[in-house]
């Protein structure tokens, strides 16, 4: 059972890094990415070939690079564009790695996919037993991206990006660079989805095109969505229930013998929407929302004024 | 700030509060009787390929029931068989299997449909030392270090290419264009049939490759008949041949087609979803069952399937089962890593052949050596854990019905 639930805490922690990343964009920035399976295909790929060639610490730092590269760029070329056409350029984006990654089989192998990728730690975790080291490497590389993300939101820069996501004329009325602060969103959050790639790759140890699908965004979404857009504490909760209601799941069957497998594995994603039509009917804001500043906090208190 | 930051907290405390929940769940299933044999598998009942896992879990439920029914294993105990749903996905694979492995505590995870499922499970499943038994193709799978706990029941894809070339002789057809989906079962059979089709002195004109779930095919149906070859040679999955032959057909092409099994007859589902008009005249050749035997007729008829029904994976699933309880009742013990010495043993010859799992157990008790066959395959393993003494078994579709051709080796 513990190494279970280690594995399913690595991958709620590569669903989180993916979730923080877009919550930096979309919730705080306000820029749509349907594409977000692409960034994490592109980190786990680089990940993947480098990493048997350089070590896997330098093509990490590579995915990341590599991943904030291809976002700057495709900012660049469409951050311009309002908030439903972006979503288009990013859905488009999106296939076009998965496809390219299907159909160069030079460089990825194909639909057959890169099998023995070098896990780090593995001998250290042979030594203490199961993935428990790969889990302490996971959920510090999420501590780090919680802090740097959280930093940045509370900094001038997050405030802004509030600002832009909120009435972006506004704020470039008052003389901040909107253009160049998206691109920046944009390219921060794509360094992190990288980082998710490289960790799932170095996980399962075996990738192929076929992990890359639309689903990944869909549950990136549905991770900022419940636990509150903007909030980067909302989003580990928020990542932590829909795994916990995915993988939770699996377990009906076990104790509920009315239903067989087959029942049960339509079932289960049924109960997914329905947990998620209710958490957006019961609590809208999500399960941790973003914390609001009010007037009280910036102002004096009227009472307390001499 | 104060209040918004209680709200947080609470609802931090009920996010973790999730994950035991997850925990509270899994009790019941541990909760079994001691002296169960536990054995997993991972099927596909949702996503692209969900349309294959069902008649797998019937067969190997069906099996359970059966050697359950006739008193068990290792001196009475039941086996108790654990099945998790794959979605036609690799990493939720890794999720099912590590659950099988650490929760219901498996000697066995079997299933295993698609190749990338199997490949992302199978560090996870070796580092357990448990054994994988398989129901997929791709090479890669029983290629580097297995341990010696891999089993293959399917034919290998450097298999099935070579095979098709010797329908195309066998239909006299030279000259052939090659029409198949990017996935990897498929890929890795079209090299080796470029170099049969050499060796026997045909010609592969064009390789079109497509990619999963697109919306249509016409193009690249187009790309493959334009040149009117003899025969194409088409590699599909159950969905995407349903389109294909509607589009074959709409276009009114004359070269003939070879398919497969998993594609043009998918246990009779392809017919079903296109009609007889469509389906006329297309060749599908699959590794066969032992279609003569009684073992077979009587499989196909438990599963309650018309007489004559080739069945491809779910014979698997049931022989997944016989090898595993058959192994542990030879070795004397339900321990994967002890067990497994023992596949080779009552599945290879020499020794008396036996079909039924529950004669099969009564002559292991006797301590006879038996040589099983199932009623997927004749369950003969070599030393990589792959499936040795594959035919294929061809069939064209004339009137609305799958009719034999013959069988190529």
Redesign the interface.
């Known amino acids: 059972m513990i190494a279970y639930l280690i594995t399913i805490t690595i991958l709620v922690c590569v669903a989180a890094l993916v979730g923080l990343a877009l919550n930096l964009q979309w919730g705080l920035a306000g820029l749509v990415n349907f594409g977000v399976v692409g960034f994490v295909a592109i980190g786990a790929y680089a990940a993947a070939l480098l990493a048997p060639e350089i070590g896997w610490l330098p093509a990490m730092a590579v995915s990341a690079a590599l991943s904030a590269a291809f976002s700057a760029g495709l900012a660049l070329l469409a951050i311009r564009l309002e908030e439903n056409y972006l979503a288009i350029v990013t859905i488009g984006f999106g296939e076009v790695v998965r496809l390219v990654i299907l159909n160069e089989p030079w460089l990825t192998n194909g639909a057959l996919g890169i099998a023995d990728i070098p896990r780090p730690f593995a001998a250290l975790g042979d030594a203490v037993g199961g993935d428990a080291v790969f889990l302490v490497f996971a959920v510090a590389l999420v501590a780090l991206a919680f802090v740097t993300l959280e930093g940045m939101a509370r900094s001038p820069f997050g405030r802004a990006l509030r600002a832009i996501r909120d009435d972006a004329t506004v704020t470039s009325a008052l003389g901040k660079n909107v253009f160049a602060l998206r691109v920046r969103a944009f390219a921060v959050g794509g360094a992190v989805m990288g980082i998710a790639g490289a960790l799932h790759a170095y996980y399962l140890t075996y990738i192929d095109p076929g992990q890359f699908t639309p689903i990944v965004t869909a549950y990136a979404f549905m991770a900022v969505i419940a636990g509150g857009r903007g909030s980067n504490v909302g989003l580990l909760v928020g990542a932590g229930s829909i795994m916990a209601l995915l993988e939770g799941t699996r377990f009906l069957k076990d104790f509920i013998t009315v239903i067989d497998g087959v029942q049960l594995s339509a079932l289960r994603l049924g109960l997914i929407g329905v947990g998620i039509v209710l958490l957006l009917i019961l609590r809208p804001q999500g399960l941790a929302p973003e914390p609001r500043r009010r007037t009280s906090d910036v102002l004096p208190d009227r009472t307390t004024r001499s | 700030?104060t209040d918004?930051?209680v709200?947080?907290r609470r609802?931090?405390v009920?996010?973790?509060g999730?994950?035991p929940?997850?925990?509270a769940?899994?009790r019941?299933?541990?909760a079994q009787g001691a002296a169960d044999v536990p054995l997993g598998m991972v099927?596909p009942?949702?996503g692209a390929t969900?349309s294959y896992?069902?008649a797998m879990?019937q067969a190997a439920d069906l099996v359970v029931a059966k050697v359950n029914g006739a008193g068990g294993i290792l001196g009475g105990r039941k086996v108790k068989l654990?099945?998790?749903?794959s979605?036609?996905?690799?990493?939720a694979s890794?999720?099912?299997s590590?659950?099988l492995?650490?929760?219901?505590k498996v000697e066995l995870v079997g299933g295993f449909w698609g190749s990338?499922e199997a490949?992302?499970a199978?560090?996870v499943i070796l580092a357990a030392n448990k054994v994988q038994m398989l129901s997929c193709a791709?090479n890669?799978v029983t290629e580097?270090d297995t341990k010696g706990l891999i089993y293959r029941l399917q034919a290998k894809s450097s298999q099935w290419g070579p095979a098709g070339a010797k329908v195309m002789e066998k239909i006299g057809a030279k000259k052939v264009t090659v029409l198949a989906q990017?996935?990897?079962f498929?890929?890795?059979m079209v090299e080796p049939f470029k170099a049969e089709m050499a060796k026997i002195g045909g010609q592969v004109m064009d390789v079109v490759?497509y990619?999963p779930d697109q919306a249509s095919y016409r193009a690249e149906v187009e790309k493959a008949f334009g040149p009117e070859p003899d025969a194409v040679f088409v590699l599909p999955l159950l969905t995407d041949m349903v389109s294909i032959a509607k589009e074959i057909f709409r276009g009114g092409f004359t070269s003939k087609v070879v398919s497969l099994g998993t594609g043009a007859d998918a246990e009779g589902k392809f017919l079903q979803a296109v009609g007889p008009e469509v389906a006329e005249g297309i060749y599908h050749l699959q590794p066969s069952p032992p279609i003569d035997s009684p073992s077979y007729a009587r499989f196909v008829k438990e599963m309650g399937a018309p007489e004559g029904t080739v069945f491809l994976f779910a014979g698997n699933a049931w022989d997944q089962v016989c090898i595993t309880v058959l192994a542990m009742e030879h070795a004397k013990t339900q321990e994967a890593a002890v067990w497994t010495k023992s596949v080779r043993e009552v599945c290879n010859p020499p020794g008396e052949k036996v079909d039924d799992v529950v004669k099969a157990l009564k002559m292991i008790r006797d301590g006879k050596k038996i040589n099983f066959n199932g009623a997927g395959c004749t369950c003969d393993f070599d030393e990589k854990g792959d499936s040795i003494n594959r035919s294929f078994y061809v069939q064209l579709i004339k009137g609305g019905k799958n009719t034999p051709v013959g069988v190529v080796s």
């Open positions: 700030m918004s930051f709200v947080n609802a931090v009920a996010g973790l999730a994950l929940l997850a925990t769940f899994g019941p299933a541990l099927l009942f949702s969900g896992g069902p879990k654990f099945i998790e749903d979605e036609t996905s690799a990493t890794v999720a099912a590590k659950k492995l650490e929760v219901n990338p490949l992302a199978k560090p791709a890669a580097g990017q996935n990897p498929i890929v890795a490759m990619n």
